[in-house]
């Protein structure tokens, strides 16, 4: 089974193309912290290009801007291409099955909000006759 599950940020606006077919595909970067840091005490970070096709590709292109936290699920992909000075490389990339957009591409982090506790007098007593299970 090839399952992929990433959450991150977009490193920048989402690229919405067409194939020669009339197929839409929307490709982006994904930024993804890793849970350690290296030995120098700095964050490490993997970069994901995603590929999101048809259906899924329009929303994304619509939608999938600079910044925003996304998730996603898809399948790793193997590719190699020729790079400007003429040598092969590889590259991994998402092929998108599901992505959900966990934020607003500027929305600012959540801060920590107080909670106040619920006022006890408007409560209710129930019986579990009332409860439908």
């Known amino acids: 089974?090839?399952?992929?599950?990433?959450?991150?940020n977009v490193c920048?606006?989402?690229d919405l193309k067409s194939t020669p077919a009339g197929?839409?595909?929307?490709?982006f970067v994904v930024a993804s912290d890793r849970r350690f840091r290296d030995a120098h005490g700095e964050k490490v970070t993997d970069f994901f290009r995603?590929?999101?096709?048809r259906?899924?590709?329009?929303?994304?292109?619509?939608?999938?801007?600079k910044g925003m936290k996304v998730a996603v699920i898809g399948e790793?992909?193997?590719?190699?291409?020729?790079?400007?000075?003429?040598?092969t490389r590889m590259s991994l990339d998402v092929n998108a099955?599901?992505?959900?957009?966990?934020?607003?591409?500027?929305e600012k982090p959540a801060e920590k909000r107080q909670m106040t506790p619920a006022d006890p007098?408007?409560?209710?007593?129930?019986?579990?006759d009332d409860v439908p299970f």
């Not at 089974?1 to 991150?8: D, S, V």
């Not at 790793?76 to 040598?87: E, F, I, N």
């Not at 007098?121 to 579990?128: G, M, Q, R, V």
């Open 1 to 8: 089974m090839n399952k992929q599950f990433l959450i991150g």
């Open 23 to 27: 197929v839409t595909v929307c490709s």
């Open 50 to 53: 995603v590929q999101a096709w």
């Open 121 to 128: 007098s408007t409560f209710e007593d129930i019986t579990s």
């Open 97 to 106: 099955d599901e992505v959900e957009f966990m934020s607003k591409a500027d």
């Open 76 to 87: 790793l992909q193997a590719r190699t291409y020729t790079a400007k000075d003429g040598s």
């Open 55 to 65: 259906q899924l590709g329009d929303v994304c292109g619509k939608y999938v801007k």
């Open 12 to 14: 920048g606006d989402a």
